[in-house]
């Protein structure tokens, strides 16, 4: 079974904008993340580190400037 359903005969989606959902929407979305958060196989976040560190990011931007003035 599914677990959660959504029904109307409105139209929410002429009312919705990126920076302001319809409340139908938000509310979809956030029920989506939390029945997520519970299916996840918990892990131990705290010794996890970003793939793109700051040096990372730092890097990258240097070698595309140099590629760029090549």
Known sequence: MHPY?????AHP??????TRSHPLF???????IARQRELR???DETT???ANTDEQLVASA?????????
Not at 26 to 32: D, F, K, Q
Not at 62 to 70: E, I, L, N, Y
């Open 26 to 32: 938000a509310g979809l979305v956030g029920a989506a």
């Open 48 to 50: 996890l580190r970003r």
């Open 13 to 18: 989606e002429l009312r919705s904008r990126p």
């Open 62 to 70: 240097a070698a595309t400037s140099a590629d760029r003035d090549a």
């Open 5 to 9: 359903y959504v029904s109307t005969q």
């Open 41 to 43: 196989f918990p892990l």
